[in-house]
């Protein structure tokens, strides 16, 4: 049972940064992968970034790299999204996951557990 809270979201103008941070309870953090997906209107729920179980390996989609970071603190229970660079393409609710696994980190499916959002909104 892992409870997931996500903050850090925002209305910023295009080339911004924002920093999202995702707090988990309710279970071994460093026992679970974290992953990062979003969704925008009327568009399915894609996936931004993701993290192992120790932080050693990071994955991301081609349109954020070099832009977003991914980070976890295992003592903290935390894990963050550094989005710099904003694009209004950006727009979207940020959604963190925890999954038991450290593959198939790329997929939604993967996930048992989710937070409940939190809106990222990028003007031109």
């Known amino acids: 049972q892992v409870q997931l809270v996500e903050s850090g979201g925002g209305l910023v103008q295009a080339g911004d940064s924002l920093r999202l941070s995702c707090a988990a309870s309710?279970?071994?953090?460093?026992?679970?992968?974290m992953g990062w997906f979003r969704q925008a209107p009327g568009k399915e729920r894609e996936f931004v970034a993701a993290?192992?179980?120790?932080?050693?390996?990071?994955y991301y989609r081609d349109s954020v790299k070099g832009r977003f970071t991914i980070s976890r603190d295992n003592a903290k229970n935390t894990v963050d999204l550094v989005m710099n660079s904003l694009k209004p393409e950006d727009t979207a609710v940020y959604y963190c996951?925890?999954?038991?696994?450290?593959?198939?980190?790329?997929?939604?499916?993967?996930?048992?557990?989710w937070g409940q959002g939190t809106q990222v909104t990028v003007s031109s």
């Open positions: 309710g279970g071994t953090f460093r026992n679970y992968a």
């Open positions: 993290i192992s179980k120790s932080g050693s390996s990071t």
């Open positions: 996951a925890a999954t038991r696994v450290d593959l198939g980190l790329r997929s939604q499916y993967t996930y048992d557990y």
